[in-house]
């Protein structure tokens, strides 16, 4: 009897052996920063289901004009989207805001329900495509104080580097809370989300997303995209506090590997100037999330705006950015992009680089030199630099 | 208190009263294992229990099991499930005229379904009218779905979620078989209440026909008064075996409502095939069903949902010992392997060009013991790979599966 009770107990502690082994934590995007107290994995994992989970149907109040039918669907395990769920925003030209928010502005809804018709770009608007961004790491973004972005800028280019970098300075929403220690100028804030900087904090970000991309109002964004007008929220308040309290606190990527190439590379990275704007590393403030605090971080970006000349120059913009500036994307996770593209890239702000090296070859503008520095490289040097930039 | 002491009284008595009914006068009906039945009977060949000569027969299954499966590293732990819970009710009326219901409770009494409640009268043995709550002869696996008849814990994917199995609704049709040597020819007709819209926005995010099972009111009315069509021709052969054509469509959207145009009528369509042998020499049990579906998905809706989808199981079972273990004289031990495949999204990205994943490969090797043939107990393993719609690396959910399901 001993030796059957021994067999099952083997048995069973055999079974997790047959089952597949977690990818290496190096290799995911998701996961929640180390060091969060028992409370907050709760509601990480609230926020974690209804950003993967929660899909929305004509019976939850999807659309009736749409983009995407989840958060998830657009962000595949927290990484970049795919040109299938890349959106189209119109309408702004100029700094003078967006002149086209009659028409349906700013955000191009490209799908309907049964039934409805979609929207469709108005005559005489500009418009840029977005490809959903990886949700790597947002919370560490969030909470680097104004100060610290400020310190990187160069409007002027006084160390006439040829690299400016700016703030986007945006209006702070109704229902977005001021930061501590917020620098404010002329009355407008700096924003820090989004490919042009245009989004203050994750609750914009999210309030917003859930609104223009899934046709979800909810009492921060209540006007209902078809109707132009308010009704009752499709979402509570608290679901939408989840999935920022889930985004805030998305663990950041690891470096996957550091051969003598891949540290060539890196080297290579800052001989060419590519760190002027995707700068390796950065400090979080205070933050109220004591897993986010006071800690450094490597997001190879300075969430600057900067002018990328006439080639990636759409003609559309958002807050005070010109139509030719676009803020610095981070390049952290860029290896494990094609995990979640659909075993490919879909580079720059609209997915038109197919490759690390094509998107490389169309910086332009603050960017001209460092891309012929980049040219100028040997083969075996290129080799280096995109190994290093695909092990972040 | 006049109310307490009688049911105290009743209470005393039932202790000291023993059973009433003398057991010999149950007669099981054992079910038929003539070579010549089809996937058709399997709703009436079932092992029912019936009480002397009363016209009731009654019946039913149940199954239980244990499972430790992990995805990705991540498991949920030893999980114990009741599956099912099946009652039979048959009764015969009047000669060629017979009643049967199936009631199913899954998940303990999460979900409680009446998947079967008909009455059939025989014309003639080719000529037979079935009304009430029909199961849609789609495929094989919808009717002939009992638990102890197969190898396999889990149902196929392919047949309960690619096509909705088990998928009942109230309608009427027509049926008959006819008998030539040793071959069999049948067929099905039926109409019936349909599908809704959820089959297009749905919280699986994929064109899904099970969920329109989530519309209790399709067994009151139908979505959009056009009726289901589902018809089915099989033919078998004593010693080759079953293969079936089956058929199902009709609209699924609600095109229009008090008279205002609402949509243009959208149509789902679906095709099936199904064949089961055994093969002589080696006495292997081979069973495959494979689907396609169309559907009618509007062009500005979202390629989340696909307009195409297919697949499909085959199963294979190997007699390999049949002699008598722990005192069960008729035991069988079998092998068993199951292949599924099933492509949610046949349609490539407008956008790229590029096929749309959202794919499902699953293989389960078992094995299973059955100490009396309508017993079975099992052992699975299964590995599952299952893409989103890019195309992604495939998540991966794998482990042992043990239980039983057994006829009563």
């Known amino acids: 009897m001993k030796r059957y009770t021994w067999f099952c107990a083997l048995l069973i502690t055999a079974c997790a052996e047959f089952e597949p082994a977690a990818p290496a934590d190096n290799e995911l995007l998701d996961g929640p920063v180390p060091g969060l107290t028992e409370a907050e994995n709760l509601q990480f994992i609230r926020g974690d289901v209804a950003f993967n989970d929660e899909v929305f149907t004509v019976a939850t109040g999807l659309g009736p004009l749409f983009v995407a039918t989840s958060c998830g669907g657009c962000h595949p395990g927290d990484g970049k989207g795919h040109p299938f769920t890349t959106l189209a925003r119109f309408g702004q030209a100029n700094q003078t805001g967006n002149q086209f928010l009659h028409m349906g502005g700013p955000q191009l809804q490209n799908r309907a329900v049964p039934g409805f018709s979609v929207e469709q770009i108005p005559a005489g608007a500009t418009s840029s495509l977005f490809t959903p961004p990886a949700n790597t790491g947002l919370g560490f973004v969030d909470a680097v104080s104004d100060a610290d972005l400020l310190a990187w800028a160069d409007p002027l280019d006084a160390d006439g580097d040829g690299i400016s970098g700016i703030a986007n300075w945006i209006e702070l929403k109704s229902y977005s809370t001021e930061r501590p220690n917020s620098i404010v100028q002329n009355g407008k804030y700096i924003g820090r989300f989004g490919k042009k900087a245009a989004t203050y904090d994750l609750l914009q970000q999210t309030a917003t997303a859930y609104n223009q991309d899934i046709g979800i109002a909810s009492t921060y964004e209540p006007i209902d995209t078809y109707l132009h007008a308010e009704v009752d929220p499709e979402i509570s308040n608290q679901t939408i506090q989840d999935v920022v309290f889930y985004l805030k606190t998305l663990k950041v990527p690891e470096p996957r590997s550091t051969t003598a190439e891949i540290l060539s590379g890196k080297e290579l990275f800052t001989t060419i100037g590519c760190a002027k704007c995707h700068r390796p590393e950065m400090k979080t403030g205070a933050s109220p999330i004591a897993a986010l605090a006071n800690k450094t971080f490597f997001p190879y970006s300075d969430f600057l705006l900067h002018d990328m000349g006439p080639g990636l120059d759409d003609g559309y913009t958002e807050g005070s950015a010109l139509t030719s500036e676009w803020r610095t994307p981070p390049l952290w996770g860029l290896g494990l992009s094609k995990n979640s593209q659909g075993g490919q890239y879909f580079l720059l702000h609209d997915g038109r680089a197919k490759s690390i090296e094509q998107a490389i070859l169309l910086h332009g503008g603050e960017a001209n030199t460092s891309k012929e520095n980049f040219e100028a490289l040997t083969v075996d040097e290129k080799k280096k630099l995109i190994q290093f930039l695909e092990s972040l | ?408």
């Open chain 2, 1 to 408: 208190m006049k109310g307490s002491v009688i049911i105290l009284m009743l209470l005393i008595c039932a202790t000291y009263t023993h059973a009433q009914v003398d057991s010999t006068l149950f007669k099981r009906t054992k079910p038929d294992t003539s070579r010549l039945n089809m996937n058709l009977d399997a709703v009436y060949n079932r092992p029912f229990l019936s009480v002397g000569k009363l016209p009731v027969s009654l019946g039913g299954y149940v199954e239980a099991n244990y499972q430790h499966l992990g995805t990705d590293g991540v498991s949920e732990g030893h999980q114990f499930q009741m599956r099912r819970l099946t009652l039979f009710v048959a009764s015969s009326i009047y000669r060629r005229i017979k009643f049967l219901s199936e009631i199913e409770f899954e998940d303990g009494t999460k979900e409680i379904n009446i998947e079967f409640a008909s009455v059939d009268i025989e014309f003639h043995p080719l000529l037979n009218l079935r009304g009430g709550i029909v199961m849609n002869p789609i495929g094989a696996f919808n009717q002939n779905h009992d638990g102890p008849k197969w190898e396999f814990i889990d149902r196929p994917v392919s047949a309960t979620q690619l096509l909705p199995a088990i998928w009942s609704n109230v309608g009427f049709g027509l049926y008959g078989k006819l008998y030539k040597n040793n071959w069999v020819y049948a067929y099905e007709a039926y109409l019936t209440n349909g599908f809704d819209d959820q089959i297009i926005s749905n919280t699986e995010n994929k064109t899904f026909l099970p969920a329109s099972k989530l519309n209790a009111d399709r067994f009151e009315e139908s979505f959009n008064g056009v009726p289901l069509i589902t018809t089915k021709a099989a033919i078998r052969h004593k010693r080759i075996g079953e293969l079936g054509l089956s058929y199902m469509g009709g609209v699924y959207n609600k095109f229009q409502e008090d008279g205002l145009v609402l949509d243009v009528k959208r149509r789902v369509d679906t095709w099936a095939v199904d064949f089961n042998t055994t093969l002589p020499k080696t006495n292997t049990y081979l069973t495959t069903e494979w689907a396609y579906i169309l559907v009618d998905v509007p062009e500005t809706y979202t390629q989340q949902y696909g307009k195409r989808q297919a697949g499909g199981f085959v199963d294979v079972v190997q007699p390999l010992i049949r002699k008598p273990i722990f005192g069960f004289d008729r035991s069988v031990i079998n092998a068993a392997f199951r292949f599924e495949y099933v492509d949610w999204n046949l349609e490539t990205f407008n956008e790229t060009g590029n096929s749309i994943g959202d794919r499902f490969i699953s293989v389960v090797p078992g094995i299973s013991w059955r100490p009396a043939s309508q017993t079975v107990i099992r052992l699975n393993y299964r590995y599952n790979w299952q893409t989103d719609l890019f195309g992604n690396p495939a998540s991966k959910t794998a482990g042992f599966q043990f239980g039983f399901s057994s006829y009563f």
